[in-house]
């Protein structure tokens, strides 16, 4: 990137000492090194956004991977709750209660227990 901005820097000072002595033959010179210039940018620009586009998409992947995990957590904790524990989630979702309290409300024998000892259970086979 330094290389490609003393480039820059020397296109544009020519660019202004040949627009100081302008004549018909430099304003092709001048057309060219504008062309030079901008084609300089637009390396530029590409190479940042390439950059970027690899940035954002490692990030969909560790998102989707989140996702997915979130999403078998969710299910087998659907398959453990009882219908009780469904309906009282079940309200409090639509009357807009935190998620989160509905999990807090749950029985110390709920599926959290049941979910570590089958969390563990299945890491020791």
Do not use: C
């Not at 935190?98 to 890491?123: K, W, Y």
Request: hydrophobic share 35%; glycine share 6%.
């Amino acid at each position: 990137r330094g290389q490609d901005a003393q480039a820059l820097k020397l296109l544009i000072w020519e660019l202004e000492k040949h627009l100081k002595s302008s004549s018909g033959a430099s304003v092709v010179a001048i057309d060219n090194k504008i062309e030079q210039a901008m084609d300089l940018v637009k390396s530029h620009l590409m190479y940042a956004v390439r950059e970027e586009v690899e940035v954002l998409k490692e990030q969909i992947k560790e998102l989707m991977e989140r996702n997915t995990q979130l999403e078998q957590e969710n299910n087998l904790l659907k398959t453990l709750a009882s219908p009780e524990q469904m309906a009282q989630f079940q309200a409090q979702v639509q009357t807009g209660g935190s998620p989160t309290g509905a999990a807090q409300a749950l029985p110390p024998s709920g599926p959290t227990q049941v979910l570590s000892s089958a969390q563990n259970s299945g890491t020791s086979g």
